[in-house]
C-alpha cells in the first residue's frame, strides 16, 4: 500500500514542479528571451561581427538610458504612438461602419467586393509616392497610410465574421421578438467578434509597421524616423534600441488591450477553445 | 379552443445546384389545441422541419395557410417560440440574460423580467446557474435552458424541432420525463417534431403521422394515457405498447400496404 502512494506521488511531484514555474507570469513572459539575449550576448563578447556592425546588451541598454535622459526616446516615443492612435481611431470609425454595411447587404457586398480586393493588394507603401504629393510630410500623410493599412483587415474580417454567424441563432432572436435592428445589434455584432477581434489584431500589427516604414520614408520624428537616423550617422546601438522598442510596444500593445479583451469576450463566451482547455 | 391551424399547406423546393423542383410537403392540414402537446412523425426527409419552419415564419410556403391564435401568420414572430435542436442560445448572454431576452424584446421592465425568467429557469432545473454562459452547461442543461428561454416568452405554441436528437440516451429520458412534468404543470401548446415514436407517444396528447414525400397527413393518432406520466408506469401500459406498434406500421406502410409491393408479380 505504502509503496503503491509513493510510485505514484514521486513523478506527480516531477510533473508539478515546472508547471507551476511556467504558470508564473513574469516566467511565462520573460522566459522565452533569456536565451536569445544569452546567445546575443555571447556573440557581442566573443566578437564575431564588428563592433560597427553589432552591439551587444550592454551597450544597448546604455543607449536606452542616455537617449531617455536626454528625452529623446519619450518623445520620439509619443511622436508615433500619436500617430498610431489617430492611424486606430480613424480606420476604427471607418472599418467598423463600412464593414457591417458591406457585411450585411448582399448587393453591397457583391459591389464592393472587387474594389476591395483590389485595393488591398495595392501595398500601405506604394501609397506613400502619392500621399506626399497630395499631404506633403506630414501627419495626414501618415495617418492616411495607417487608416488605409487597417481599413481593409478589418472590412474583411467583420464580412468573414457577419457570415460566420449560425443562421439559427438569427432565427431564434427573431421568433423571440427581435427586429431587424436588435439581431444586428444582440447577435450578429457579438457573433461576429471573434473575426472582427481577429481582424483589428492584423490590421493593428500592419498599421504599426506601416507607420514605421511611414516614418522612415516621410520622417522628421518617431521610432522609425529615430532608427533611419541612427543608421545615418552609423550608430548601430541606436538602431538596436530602435528595433527593441518596437518589438516591446506591441508585445504591450497585445497584453494590455488586445488580449484582455477578448479574454473579457470571445473566450469568456466560449467562442474559441481556450489554450488551457486541452490540459 | 384552437391555437394552431394548419390548412392546405404545400411546399416545393427547388434544387439549387439541378434547378429541379421536389415537392416536399405535398398537402397537409391538422389542428393543435390550446394546451394540447402534438407531435409529428413520418419518414426522414418527409418535410417534418419544412412544416415547423413554415409555422415559425423562416421558411415560405407554396400553398396553404398558417394560423395562430385565429391569425394568419407571414414571418417569425414571439406568438411562436422555437427550440432548436441544436440549442441557439446566444452564447454571450449568461443562462439568464438568455432565458430573458424575449421579455427584454418586449420592454418588459428589469425587475420583473428577471423574476419570470427565474421563475422558469428553476421550472425547468436550472436554479443556481443564473450567472454561467451556455458553453459551461451540459448538452441537456443547454436543451432546459432552451425551452425555458421560449416558456419565458409565453408564446401561443412552441415549436421543437427534434430537441433531444442530440442529447445521450440516458440524459434524454430525463428530459422528455422533465418536458412531460413541466407540460402538466403549465400546459403548454407544443408542437414536436421528433422520429422517435416512443418519444411521441409518451409525450403526445395526439399524433401526426406523414407518409413519405410529397408527404400527406397519413392518420392523426389520439394517445389517451393518463397523465402525469412517467417512463417507468407509462411504458408498462398495454395501451402505450400498442399505439406505439399501430404508429410503427403505419410509418412502415402498414401490413395491408406492404403486401402487394413485395408480391413479385
Ligand atoms: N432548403 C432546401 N432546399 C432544397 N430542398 C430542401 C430544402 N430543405 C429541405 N429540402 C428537402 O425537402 C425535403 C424535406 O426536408 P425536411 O428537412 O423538412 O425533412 P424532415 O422530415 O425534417 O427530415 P429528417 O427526418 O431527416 O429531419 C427533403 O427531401 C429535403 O431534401
Ligand atoms: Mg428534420
Known amino acids: 500500500m505504502a509503496v503503491t502512494t509513493r510510485a505514484s506521488a514521486r513523478p506527480k511531484r516531477t510533473v508539478a514542479m515546472p508547471r507551476r514555474i511556467l504558470v508564473n507570469p513574469v ?13 546575443w550576448w555571447l556573440l557581442a563578447e566573443l566578437d564575431v561581427f564588428p563592433g560597427a556592425f553589432f552591439v551587444g546588451p550592454d551597450t544597448v541598454v546604455g543607449e536606452f538610458a542616455e537617449l531617455m535622459r536626454k528625452g529623446v526616446l519619450p518623445g520620439y516615443l509619443s511622436d508615433s504612438l500619436t500617430r498610431l492612435m489617430y492611424g486606430v481611431g480613424f ?9 457591417f454595411a458591406i457585411a450585411m447587404s448582399f448587393w453591397a457586398r457583391r459591389l464592393t467586393w472587387p474594389l476591395l480586393l483590389f485595393f488591398q493588394a495595392i501595398a500601405d507603401i506604394a501609397w506613400l509616392p502619392i500621399v506626399i504629393v497630395w499631404f506633403g510630410f506630414s501627419l495626414t500623410a501618415v495617418t492616411f497610410v495607417i487608416v488605409y493599412t487597417i481599413v481593409f483587415p478589418l472590412v474583411l474580417g467583420i464580412v468573414a465574421g457577419v457570415e460566420q454567424v449560425p443562421r439559427e441563432l438569427i432565427r431564434a432572436a427573431r421568433s423571440l421578438g427581435a427586429g431587424r435592428l436588435r439581431v444586428f445589434l444582440e447577435v450578429i455584432v457579438p457573433g461576429a467578434l471573434p473575426s472582427l477581434a481577429s481582424g483589428i489584431r492584423t490590421g493593428l500589427g500592419y498599421g504599426w509597421r506601416a507607420l514605421v516604414a511611414a516614418e522612415i520614408i516621410v520622417g522628421t520624428s518617431g521610432v522609425g524616423f529615430m532608427m533611419f537616423d541612427a543608421r545615418r550617422v552609423g550608430d548601430v546601438a541606436e538602431v ?16 494590455l488591450v488586445l488580449a484582455p479583451f477578448e479574454r473579457a469576450t470571445v473566450e469568456r463566451w466560449g467562442l474559441v477553445r481556450q489554450a488551457e482547455a486541452g490540459k | 379552443m384552437t391555437a394552431l391551424e394548419i390548412s392546405g399547406l404545400s411546399k416545393d423546393y427547388v434544387d439549387a445546384y439541378t434547378g429541379e423542383e421536389i415537392t416536399a410537403i405535398g398537402d397537409v392540414s391538422f389542428t393543435v389545441d390550446r394546451g394540447e402537446f402534438v407531435s409529428i412523425l413520418g419518414p426522414s426527409g418527409c418535410g417534418k422541419t419544412t412544416v415547423l419552419n413554415i409555422i415559425a415564419g423562416f421558411v415560405k410556403q407554396t400553398g396553404g395557410t398558417v394560423k395562430v391564435g385565429g391569425r394568419v401568420v407571414d414571418g417569425p414572430g414571439p406568438d411562436r417560440g422555437v427550440v432548436f435542436q441544436s440549442h441557439a442560445l446566444f452564447p454571450w448572454k449568461t443562462v439568464l440574460g438568455n432565458a430573458a431576452f424575449g421579455l427584454r424584446m418586449k ?13 422558469y429557469l428553476e421550472l425547468v432545473g436550472l436554479a443556481g446557474f443564473e450567472h454561467k454562459y451556455p458553453h459551461e452547461l451540459s448538452g441537456g442543461m443547454q436543451q432546459r435552458l432552451g425551452v425555458a428561454r421560449v416558456l419565458a416568452n409565453e408564446p401561443d405554441v412552441m415549436l421543437m424541432d ?5 442529447i445521450d440516451a440516458q440524459t434524454r429520458r430525463k428530459l422528455q420525463e422533465d418536458l412531460t412534468r413541466v407540460f402538466e404543470l403549465r400546459r403548454p401548446t407544443v408542437f414536436f417534431v421528433t422520429h422517435d415514436i416512443d418519444e411521441a407517444v409518451f409525450l403526445s396528447d395526439r399524433v401526426i403521422v406523414l407518409s413519405t414525400r410529397p408527404s400527406i397527413v397519413r392518420e392523426i393518432v389520439t394517445v389517451d394515457l393518463p397523465r402525469p406520466r412517467t417512463w417507468r408506469e407509462t411504458t408498462q401500459l398495454p395501451e402505450f405498447r400498442h399505439l406505439s406498434n ?7 406502410g402498414g401490413a395491408e400496404d406492404v403486401h402487394p409491393a413485395i408480391d413479385p408479380d
Open chain 2, 246 to 252: 399501430r404508429i410503427t406500421e403505419l410509418l412502415t
Open chain 1, 91 to 99: 480606420g476604427l470609425l471607418i472599418g467598423l461602419p463600412l464593414g
Open chain 2, 162 to 166: 427534434e430537441p433531444f436528437a442530440s
Open chain 1, 27 to 39: 516566467v511565462r513572459t520573460l522566459g522565452p528571451f533569456v536565451p536569445v539575449v544569452l546567445l
Open chain 1, 240 to 255: 538596436f534600441l530602435g528595433m527593441i522598442v518596437l518589438g516591446v510596444l506591441w508585445y504591450a500593445t497585445d497584453a
Open chain 2, 107 to 119: 420592454r418588459v421592465p428589469p425587475k420583473q423580467r428577471e423574476a419570470t425568467a427565474r421563475e
